[in-house]
């Protein structure tokens, strides 16, 4: 498929531990690439493939979709606009029970985990709406009986204005999902945060009635494929470029490497 002139662009859905191959092979068959989260395996592999983009003169973008939805984007410009005054806690959280022990996202050495499939997402969604990176982490995990990745993986991420960040995620309890921000004016809540485009988000301004913004976003997938293909066939630069997608894995494997050593780790700032 990569080699045939009749196909401009690739989605990359490969097992994680499969992005860095087929992501360079691509890009160096002159193919525009939308990979799914995460980026890679590991930092070095991510960086690969950004040069390989770059090299081969392509768009690389990760496929993270509910920063296409028209609550986290609400909710990232209502922090920004200082709503709820200055942020000093959020929290995240995706779970969904996995049951299948074959299932890829159980395996290790396809770069499974609870972290890599859904707790991305959490992490992401407090980096989205802060608009800025955490500067050091600490994570503790937990690994279901006969499983070498994380089941389950609760992280806390401190961002440089002192802000907290609480993340949590995994595969061994009930479908959950939701996003909270604490200012020291006011809150702002969103249930279901990275699935449903008709979730509701609640603001609480002080003393005031929580105020409840009813919205309804477009298919955050077609949205993204717009955007990218827009980027392919008019050179315009990704909304969302691949150093954007390092800055996650960063975080990623900063909390990866707390949960080794048991120790709070400072972040690599990309």
């Known amino acids: 498929m990569i080699d045939s002139d009749q196909i401009d662009a690739?989605?990359?859905?490969?097992?994680?531990?499969?992005?860095?191959?087929?992501?360079?092979?691509a890009a160096e068959a002159g193919k525009h690439i939308l990979c799914e989260k995460p980026l890679s395996a590991t930092m070095a592999e991510a960086r690969e493939m950004k040069a390989a983009a770059e090299a081969n003169n392509v768009v690389l973008v990760e496929a993270f979709t509910p920063r296409w939805t028209r609550q986290l984007r609400s909710i990232?410009?209502?922090?920004?606009n200082r709503e709820i005054g200055d942020i000093i806690h959020l929290e995240s959280s995706v779970m969904y029970p996995l049951a299948n022990p074959d299932d890829i996202r159980l395996t290790k050495t396809l770069a499974g985990g609870s972290l890599?499939?859904?707790?991305?997402?959490?992490?992401?969604?407090?980096?989205?709406?802060m608009n800025s990176e955490p500067i050091k982490v600490m994570a503790f995990d937990r690994k279901r009986d006969g499983v070498d990745v994380d089941?389950?993986?609760?992280?806390?991420?401190q961002f440089a204005n002192g802000a907290v960040g609480d993340i949590w995620c995994g595969f061994d309890g009930p479908r959950h999902g939701s996003l909270g921000v604490v200012g020291t004016r006011g809150s702002i809540s969103l249930d279901r945060a990275a699935v449903v485009e008709t979730a509701q988000v609640t603001v609480t301004r002080a003393d005031q009635k929580p105020e409840v913004l009813e919205m309804t976003s477009t298919n955050r997938y077609q949205v993204q494929l717009d955007e990218f293909s827009e980027c392919v066939l008019t050179g315009k630069t990704p909304e969302f470029p691949a150093d954007d997608a390092?800055?996650?894995?960063?975080?990623?494997?900063?909390?990866?490497?707390?949960?080794?050593?048991?120790?709070?780790v400072e972040v690599e700032q990309i």
């Open 76 to 80: 990232r410009e209502l922090v920004a």
């Open 116 to 129: 890599m499939d859904v707790g991305c997402y959490s992490l992401y969604a407090l980096r989205y709406v």
């Open 151 to 157: 089941t389950v993986l609760h992280g806390l991420l």
């Open 10 to 25: 690739v989605i990359n859905t490969l097992p994680n531990s499969m992005h860095h191959e087929w992501t360079i092979k």
């Open 246 to 264: 390092l800055r996650n894995m960063a975080a990623i494997f900063a909390l990866y490497e707390s949960v080794d050593t048991g120790c709070a």
